[in-house]
């Protein structure tokens, strides 16, 4: 198993792509609670 440094740095690159895939959701979801809205 890669432990330490390895596994943390692969680790972060999956984090990092996960964070900007969620913050997209939330924008894409933000985006369409505001068009319910004003319809």
Known sequence: MA???EKDRK???KHRK???RVKAL???RRAA???VKRG
């Open 3 to 5: 432990r330490g440094r």
């Open 11 to 13: 680790v972060r690159k």
């Open 18 to 20: 996960n964070v900007q």
């Open 26 to 28: 939330a924008k894409a």
């Open 33 to 35: 609670a505001k068009k």
